[in-house]
């Protein structure tokens, strides 16, 4: 039996601020199985006014913090009824992650700007947003939301490894979702390219020109986060503070800092790959899903696949770049069913729950 489709629009602004992507997708269950198609997509690249605007904001006041909030929420909404009429789409909902600035979930919270009241307002879609406080309100870590949607729409996969901002992996373990963040990918690899007067490091080059520095590996490697057990989550404060300094009082060149960055991102990865096959599947080839925007990193591909003997498998441009979008679209429709859509093996909530607030137009 095939239930009637839920069409959603995802709006997704990530950690390494490239832009905004804009996914509208069908939802409809066989059977109970979800299945899902996204039909049209885009990515809107933030000017650099907003880019510097949001960068910044962890720094800024609370009247600039509420204003931006606002604003931003305005601009999604600005964005998607373009995108609605452009395409001439009539959505159930929308459903927004927002931008985190704040994220500290051992102190009780966690801030997304990107007001969903304002994306109703100018759209006329019913908007689900702020996914993540109630997770925190009952313990949680808050992050990472994908592994419901990695465990319901992507099942075909032993694992799922986004290379973001932040990486993080996800996958079945005694029949519950484990999932949390490895390290940090685009949001260091970016910061690294912008000192050559770039906004990226395309296909890795920058990388590839430099060599790995022992030193500042064993720095990286070192780093308490990576002793800590999950659920745990990795917050821009953490990189901002514990990361990025190590990255910029190294004395090396930038090529060499690239290269050691994407060695140590390598070194996390297939250590999270090893101790998940540890509870799955010993000595035995996984199908690993890669996506995000540092599944386009070509270097940085090349390492995974030589560290391990499993199928890396990079899917189509579009599933690479807007899975993130597509699944908190599809957040949003399991709030409407009434669904849960947040697990507490991942989060270490006290509760599976129905996370999100919801705006009616």
């Not at 996914?23 to 000017?47: L, Q, R, V």
């Not at 100018?122 to 990695?150: E, H, M, N």
């Not at 990795?234 to 990189?239: C, N, S, Y």
């Amino acid at each position: 039996m095939t239930e009637l489709p839920y069409s959603a629009i995802g709006i997704m602004s990530g950690t390494s601020l490239d832009g905004v992507d804009l996914a509208y997708c069908i939802f409809y269950k066989t059977n109970d199985h979800w299945n899902y198609k996204i039909e049209i997509a885009e990515t809107i690249p933030y000017t650099d006014e907003w880019r510097m605007r949001l960068s910044s904001l962890m720094q800024s006041d609370a009247s600039t913090y509420a204003q931006t909030h606002a604003e931003l929420g305005k601009y999604f909404g600005t964005l998607a009824k373009k995108f609605i009429n452009q395409h001439q789409l009539k959505p159930n909902l929308i459903a927004s992650h927002g931008h985190t600035v704040f994220h500290q979930p051992q102190k009780g919270f966690t801030a997304q700007v990107g007001d969903g009241s304002q994306i109703a307002a100018l759209t006329g879609v019913d908007t689900v947003c702020d996914f993540r406080s109630k997770d925190v309100a009952l313990g949680g870590q808050g992050a990472p939301l994908v592994p419901i949607g990695d465990q319901l729409l992507f099942s075909d996969y032993d694992m799922c490894i986004n290379l973001g901002g932040i990486a993080n992996i996800s996958y079945q373990k005694n029949n519950q979702r484990i999932a949390y963040d490895i390290c940090p990918v685009n949001i260091v690899l970016n910061e690294l390219a912008s000192l050559t007067g770039k906004i990226y490091d395309e296909d890795g080059r920058l990388a590839e020109a430099g060599f790995v520095d022992k030193d500042l590996l064993d720095a990286f490697n070192n780093l308490e986060y990576y002793k800590q057990s999950p659920p745990k989550s990795i917050g821009k404060e953490w990189i901002d503070k514990s990361f990025l300094p190590l990255v910029y009082d190294s004395p090396i060149s930038v090529e060499d800092r690239a290269a050691t960055v994407c060695e140590h991102i390598d070194e996390q990865i297939l250590k999270a790959i090893n101790e998940a096959t540890l509870v799955s599947a010993k000595n035995t080839s996984l199908k690993i899903l890669i996506t995000g925007g540092g599944a386009f990193n070509k270097y940085l591909v090349q390492l995974l696949r030589k560290s391990t003997f499993h199928q890396i498998i990079i899917p189509d441009e579009q599933t690479i770049a807007f899975k993130e979008a597509l699944i908190f679209a599809f957040l949003g429709v399991l709030f409407l069913c009434d669904e849960v859509n947040v697990l507490s093996s991942v989060t270490g909530a006290s509760r599976n729950h129905i996370g999100g607030a919801f705006y009616k137009a």
